[in-house]
T-cell receptor, first 110, second 115 residues
Framework: GDSVTQMEGPVTLSEEAFLTINCTYTATGYPSLFWYVQYPGEGLQLLLKATKADDKGSNKGFEATYRKETTSFHLEKGSVQVSDSAVYFCALRGYQKVTFGIGTKLQVIP | EPEVTQTPSHQVTQMGQEVILRCVPISNHLYFYWYRQILGQKVEFLVSFYNNEISEKSEIFDDQFSVERPDGSNFTLKIRSTKLEDSAMYFC?????????????FGPGTRLTVL
């Protein structure tokens, strides 16, 4: 079945550091790929998405590129802020359901 | 901007009791979902619902669980006899279509605590 593997955290970075959170997936067919963010005490918010190979999703300075050849969708940001501290979930959607990775907790310190 | 809402935000119940978690999906959406997240673990799919019937369910969604769309706006998840291991955050989601490039919109979640 479908699965998503992402690096486990926590990841601790200083403000303005470069962020990479790795994500790889296994799926049949041609899934859409997503990054969701969960701020403390809140629900899931869609951060960005890509629906086909080589698409780049971007939002709020975050980017991720759908790489079919490496089955990856790594999340990057050039300069993180304290307000980016949250848990980030990589996810894919085939038919119907969304399959999530385990989540990576990011803590950004001033 | 339309959003999915869920009530209550936190539910505390005794083991063996029945609970109903409520969701109001986005009004023109046709597909509805429940997911759960046990503390510190990943979000897991429970069930999808379309045209007044379950279209897919996971192994977690056993006979203790049921879903219903009792009227034109609400979508509910019922746990018939709660167990300690049902303690989790439950997320409702809705979407316009089943196709994978259509986003599912998630609600803020209901935290269920079973004592």
């Amino acid at each position: 079945g479908d699965s998503v593997t992402q690096m486990e955290g926590p990841v601790t970075l200083s403000e303005e550091a470069f962020l990479t959170i790795n994500c790889t997936y296994t799926a049949t067919g041609y899934p859409s790929l997503f990054w969701y963010v969960q701020y403390p005490g809140e629900g899931l918010q869609l951060l960005l998405k890509a629906t086909k190979a080589d698409d780049k999703g971007s939002n709020k300075g975050f980017e991720a590129t759908y790489r079919k050849e490496t089955t990856s969708f790594h999340l990057e940001k050039g300069s993180v802020q304290v307000s980016d501290s949250a848990v980030y979930f990589c996810a894919l959607r085939g038919y119907q359901k969304v399959t999530f990775g385990i989540g990576t907790k990011l803590q950004v310190i001033p | 901007e339309p959003e999915v809402t869920q009530t209550p935000s936190h539910q505390v119940t005794q083991m063996g009791q029945e609970v109903i978690l409520r969701c109001v999906p986005i009004s023109n959406h046709l597909y509805f979902y429940w997911y759960r997240q046990i503390l510190g673990q990943k979000v897991e799919f429970l069930v999808s619902f379309y045209n007044n019937e379950i279209s897919e369910k996971s192994e977690i969604f056993d006979d203790q669980f049921s879903v219903e769309r009792p009227d034109g706006s609400n979508f509910t998840l019922k746990i018939r006899s709660t167990k300690l291991e049902d303690s989790a955050m439950y997320f409702c989601a809705s979407g316009l279509a089943e196709y994978n490039n259509n986003e599912q919109f998630f609600g803020p979640g209901t935290r269920l605590t079973v004592l």
